[in-house]
């Protein structure tokens, strides 16, 4: 079945970075596009990132564009997150997240079925 464990959350004060991990096992890793997401205390869940099959195409909701970066290695099966210039609106638990089918290039929330358990990052100010 698919396992999605993320690694690399953590407390870090206003300003600092962190680098989020997820390996990925159960699915042809290289035929999938991946996403991270994120859900702070009494919010919905929100689709922070998005990353195509090949690693070519991204794309990020306003609130992270120009200070979160996600990329992936394929012989790796491993998609990262990397987070700089954090701000503590940006504190919440983050998700890896694959689609359902193989999609090549998800950009929906309801294109993903798969999940990680999450990994918590906290930004203090």
């Known amino acids: 079945q698919v396992q999605l464990v993320e690694s690399g959350g953590g407390l870090v004060q206003a300003g600092g970075s962190l680098r989020l991990s997820c390996a990925a096992s159960?699915?042809?890793?290289?035929?999938?596009?991946m996403g991270w997401f994120r859900q702070a205390p009494g919010k919905e869940r929100e689709l922070v990132a998005t990353?195509?099959?090949?690693?070519?195409?991204?794309d990020y909701t306003d609130s992270v564009r120009g200070r979160f970066t996600i990329s992936r290695d394929n012989a790796k099966r491993t998609v990262y997150l990397q987070m700089n210039s954090l701000k503590p609106e940006d504190t919440a638990v983050y998700y890896c997240a694959a689609p359902r089918t193989p999609l090549r290039n998800p950009r929906l929330q309801s294109d993903f079925g798969f999940w990680g358990q999450g990994t918590q990052v906290t930004v203090s100010s």
């Open positions: 990353i195509s099959w090949s690693g070519l195409s991204k």
């Open positions: 159960g699915l042809t890793f290289g035929n999938y596009g």
